[in-house]
């Protein structure tokens, strides 16, 4: 064989071949994120207050760091159960058991390493070269890209936005498929704009999955971040347990763990091998001293929940009430999650607009054209924090508005 070097040309074969000619069109693909790029933008600025990402202020509460370092303490740093450790399967069904009053196998429940690889676990599982899914827009823009990278494509559904707040048009919705859609994706309550789907919903996204022999992949995140009730409506509210329903979650929000990268992904106990085998080829599984602050989170955290969602409520109507007065921006009051998402008037390029309000109001948000077209003009304000801070950036940004004419 000979080298390289002589095959052709007057150059050496891979000296004329660059790094992007040896990637995979998908990976090259990858589009950057228009939350990091303000992140970064304002990273380190001297008092500026950042309510770009999807966390909260707070540590983790010390009971759950407690019961990782006693994992620790214990040697516990060796290879772990690829589905993740019983005690942490069977407190996730806990769980479930009392969020949705009946008995479920902790066999449904797969743990990940963060809420991420969960939804890249479902889409491996029912998406590749050729398929489409269905997904509703403005959404997190992992979503659509975890898609594209997989091979498949994401096919977006904008939601219209009126006095109502913003809803999903069921018959758009569907009208979406093709014959080469293999999923629809829901992600409800929604990140960024705070959409609750009804039970109703739901209904009549089931029925037509199952007319269609589509799967479902539900992201239920953040299903305890409602203002009206203890969670919102699910998918395990209206599906029997070996319907094809993926479902994503993580314990980052509830819990205040989002640097752990500890999630799951819940599916048909018969798929058991196949995720556990995708779980090998991926991660090889989850730290089992951070599954060990997990289970502690679970079963003993309910009353930390409780107090992350009433500080959310107090700051929800701080930041709305506050913004409504400027008569300068409009939106609606969100439903659940904790984020609200809002236009400004006469600010259309919202990637500018995160980079002007760092500048100019010392406060850090994410671009709504960061979550797909449908959330262009909008900005998107994650108030999951001390109501006195969000008070601040409230201020701030109120005296931004005034002041810019």
Wanted: net charge negative; with cysteine.
């Amino acid at each position: 064989m000979r080298p390289l070097h002589c095959l052709s040309g007057s150059e050496p074969l891979l000296k004329r071949m660059t790094a992007k000619d040896r990637l995979r069109p998908e990976a090259h693909g990858a589009p950057e994120s228009g939350i990091v790029e303000v992140f970064n933008y304002g990273r380190g600025r001297e008092g500026l207050i950042p309510l770009w990402v999807g966390e909260g202020d707070l540590a983790t509460p010390d009971f759950i760091a407690d019961a990782a370092r006693a994992g620790l303490d214990d040697g516990e740093t060796f290879y772990t159960h690829q589905r993740g450790i019983p005690e942490l399967r069977e407190a996730i069904a806990r769980y479930h058991e009392r969020l949705y009053e009946r008995p479920f196998d902790s066999e449904r429940f797969f743990v990940t390493s963060g809420g991420m690889p969960a939804i890249q676990l479902a889409l491996r599982m029912v998406a590749g070269q050729g398929d489409e899914v269905v997904i509703p827009t403005p959404a997190w823009p992992n979503f659509g890209a975890a898609t594209e990278v997989g091979g498949a494509r994401a096919v977006p559904v904008p939601m219209q936005f009126g006095n109502a707040g913003w809803m999903l048009d069921l018959d758009r919705y569907f009208d979406a498929v093709t014959d080469r859609t293999t999923a629809l994706f829901l992600n409800s309550p929604c990140n960024p704009t705070g959409w609750t789907a009804t039970r109703e919903e739901l209904v009549a996204i089931r029925d037509f999955a199952r007319e269609r022999g589509l799967w479902i992949i539900a992201d239920e995140v953040y299903t305890r971040f409602v203002y009206q009730g203890d969670r919102a409506p699910s998918f395990y509210d209206v599906t029997e347990p070996d319907e094809p329903v993926l479902y994503v979650n993580t314990l980052s929000k509830n819990w205040a763990m989002t640097g752990w990268r500890v999630g799951w992904l819940a599916a048909p106990p018969r798929y058991g091998q196949t995720i556990e085998n995708l779980i090998q080829y991926s991660s090889s599984g989850t730290p089992k001293f951070l599954q060990r602050g997990a289970v502690a989170a679970l079963d003993r955290g309910d009353h930390f929940i409780e107090f992350q969602r009433d500080r959310a409520m107090a700051a929800r109507e701080i930041v709305c009430l506050g913004l409504e007065a400027t008569g300068r921006v409009r939106f609606t009051w969100p439903k659940g999650a904790f984020y609200l998402f809002f236009s400004v008037d006469g600010e259309a390029d919202t990637r500018k607009l995160g980079l002007r309000l760092v500048d100019e109001a010392n406060v850090g948000l994410a671009p709504g054209d960061a979550f797909g077209a449908a959330g262009a003009g909008f900005m998107r304000m994650c108030f999951l924090r001390n109501p006195d801070q969000v008070a601040a950036a409230t201020d701030l940004l109120a005296d931004w508005l005034v002041d810019r004419d």
